[in-house]
Nanobody
Framework: QVQLVESGGGLMQAGGSLRLSCAAS????????MGWFRQAPGKEREFVAY????????YYANSMKGRFTISRDNAKNTVYLQMNSLKPEDTAVYYC?????????????????WGQGTQVTVSS
C-alpha cells in the first residue's frame, strides 16, 4: 500500500517562500511519476507540477513556471515543491500524488495515490 504524507504548509505573506514535502512509503522511487496539485475553496483541483521518476523530467502549470520547483530526494523517498514569490491566489490545499505510469498527465484521475493535503495560505 502506497502512502503519501505532505508537510510544510502554513501561512506566508505575499512574496515569501515555502517548501512542501511529500514523503512516500510502499513504493519504489525509480519508476512512475509524482505530481503536485492544489485545490482552492469552491474550485476544482488543478495541476501544479509533475516529475517522471525514471528520467527526472519535470513539467509545470504555466502560472507556476519560474516560481515553483519540483525536486526529489531518492534516499529519503521524498518529493518537494519549492514555492517562491508566493501570491494570494496561491492559497489552496496542496496535494501530492503518485501514478504507476510515467506518461505526463495534468489530470487528477490519472494518479493512483494521494496524500491528505497541506494548507497553504498567502496573505496580501
Amino acid at each position: 500500500q502506497v502512502q503519501l504524507v505532505e508537510s510544510g504548509g502554513g501561512l506566508m505573506q505575499a512574496g515569501g517562500s515555502l517548501r512542501l514535502s511529500c514523503a512516500a512509503s510502499g513504493r519504489t522511487f525509480s519508476s512512475g511519476a509524482m505530481g503536485w496539485f492544489r485545490q482552492a475553496p469552491g474550485k476544482e483541483r488543478e495541476f501544479v507540477a509533475y516529475m517522471a521518476l525514471s528520467s527526472g523530467s519535470t513539467y509545470y502549470a504555466n502560472s507556476m513556471k519560474g516560481r515553483f520547483t519540483i525536486s526529489r530526494d531518492n534516499a529519503k523517498n521524498t518529493v518537494y515543491l519549492q514555492m517562491n514569490s508566493l501570491k494570494p491566489e496561491d492559497t489552496a490545499v496542496y496535494y501530492c500524488a503518485a501514478r504507476e505510469g510515467n506518461t505526463y498527465s495534468v489530470y487528477p484521475r490519472s494518479y493512483d495515490y494521494w496524500g491528505q493535503g497541506t494548507q497553504v495560505t498567502v496573505s496580501s
